[in-house]
């Protein structure tokens, strides 16, 4: 009982993991590029970074957006149907 409990958790955090990263990865690379831009041309503003990651998150999100939602659907029946195993 307690080993499927574990197995669940750990699962859990691997499928907020793995719907996270599209969107992290994005940011990240943004960030990298602008930083990249910001030391070449010597331009020191704060606000330049934060529009293009919002912009490009927000774009990858929505692309993404059917793989999470049955990344989602399926982890979700996995555990309405595993819930008749914790029930005692």
Do not use: Y
């Amino acid at each position: 009982m307690e080993a499927k409990l574990i197995a669940l958790g750990v699962e859990t955090f691997k499928t907020a993991l793995i719907l996270a990263l599209p969107g992290l990865l994005t940011g990240m690379f943004i960030g990298l590029a602008v930083s990249i831009f910001q030391a070449t041309t010597q331009i020191n503003e704060m606000t330049l970074s934060f529009i293009p990651k919002i912009i490009g998150v927000v774009i990858v999100i929505i692309l993404t957006m059917p793989w999470m939602l049955n990344v989602m659907t399926d982890f979700s029946t996995n555990v309405f149907n595993m819930m008749t195993e914790f029930i005692e």
